[in-house]
């Protein structure tokens, strides 16, 4: 075990989150959530792996759910048959045999691409399919992932509590920008070592990377498309929050700084998936009940948007036709993204997923031994069918989760916290390497999976145990 400068960070943080307790200290675990690229300390024994800051807490949230009097039986009830833990359960059983079966199964009958945990000084290398250390830290990765999904969906169905899910929201939210303009004002000044204490994992840092003269916002974490993703994710959930209740001022400024981030990230994947998940919202909305929700005040500020971006659309393409700085933006960070040297070398990746696929059957190469630059094909390259299709209905359940009464402050959370996931799933989608969504993806659905079944338990004569 190898500490780091960050490891004093870590003790500190999860120090101050036990002592708190997990419905007092909620926002403290989504506070480490930004911090992407910080370890708690290295494994040089197991790869050189890193063991982040935010995954030693989920280890520390797990405890504290399921050590306490009727934690266990808590969990259990989280797992329970026709419930999303159940599906969870399931796929983390396959994935398990996916991992430490798979691999072996199937050696050299197909090539796969290693996923490099250094500074890519040999590049990615296509090799024959066979067990590594990889398959073992990508389900370390993606059990911690799934542990987030269970300690807080357990934590929030006996401790329902919106308002400081709303709150560890902010926390995520104010840290990131203030993460992000750190990055980018240190770097102006010359002092870019400000970050390195943050910086310890032991995989690439794109802090240096530049787009048309500008420094790519990373904030605390490795590069600008996992920046972007998370704060896309933020986006998402403050956008739906904003809609049902226009009066909240927070929801107001916490939805323009998420936006900001994802502008600022100059990442192509976000800026696409920002359009895509914004159309998907204005068409889910027309076409659901949410349209029931919306009051005139929302109906309104849609209609200005509508014509509001319409203009701004046409401005981006006057501006593209004429000023040649706005071209090259666009065309580097958009247009011409997939003819750019990242984007071939993206393009192969998950052309080989496809065929790491039909290598093996339908079954996949095995969970950490595939790369893609998409989560479908990394799915179906690394889980194969079946484990997608786990993936799915896993995703398909907790967003069919529904709140025994509309309109509620549990409602509004609960449906925020879907959408905060659909957004990013949407950016996933886009540049995912591995089938692991990451621990905050897996925190959100865990806390609108417990909230939502909170509320059918307070529809009982008798609420069942509760957390502190």
Known sequence: MQFLPSTPLAIVMIGALVALGLNRGLWLFFAMMPLGAAAAFNLPAVGNASFGIKELAVIVVLGMVVFRPRGLDNALGTLRPGQPGAIALVLFVYCVLSALWV???????????????????????????????????????????????????????????????????????????????????????????IMDPLRTANYSILSEAEMMGFKRMIGGFPEASSFGSFSMGLMGF?????????????????????????????????????????????????????????????????????????????????????????????NETVFEKLGSDSGVERMSWNAQALRNLFDTWLMGAGLGSARASNWLLSSLGSVGVPGTVLFAAFLV??????????????????????????????TEVLIASTPNLGVFFFAMTGLATGLARSTQVEASPVMRGRLA
């Not at 069919?400 to 990013?424: N, Q």
């Open 103 to 193: 691999p072996s199964v199937f050696a050299g009958m197909t090539e796969v691409f290693t996923i490099s945990r250094s500074a890519n000084a040999n590049g990615i290398r296509s090799i024959p399919l066979g067990p590594t250390t990889g398959n073992l830290t990508q389900l370390f990765a993606l059990t911690l992932s799934l542990a987030a999904f269970l300690a807080l969906a357990t934590h929030s169905r006996t401790w329902p509590d919106p308002g400081r899910i709303e709150q560890a929201m902010v926390v995520a939210t104010g840290l990131n920008l203030a993460l992000g303009l750190l990055d980018i004002g240190s770097a102006a000044v010359g002092m870019a070592q």
């Open 397 to 426: 359940a907790v967003f069919r989760m529904r709140v025994a009464v509309p309109g509620t402050p549990a409602d509004m959370t609960v449906s925020a916290l879907k959408w905060g996931c659909a957004a990013t799933l949407v």
């Open 238 to 330: 403050w956008l739906h929050r904003y809609l049902v209740d226009p009066k909240s001022r927070v929801a107001l400024v916490m939805l323009l700084i998420a936006l900001f981030c994802v502008v600022r990230s100059t990442s192509s994947a976000a800026y696409v998936a920002l359009v895509v998940y914004i159309g998907v919202y204005a068409v889910y909305g027309a076409a659901t009940r949410m349209r029931s929700v919306l009051s005139r005040q929302i109906v309104i500020t849609a209609i200005l948007g509508a014509l509001l971006m319409w203009h701004a659309m046409i401005i981006i393409y006057a501006a593209y036709e004429l000023v040649e700085p706005v071209a090259a933006f666009l």
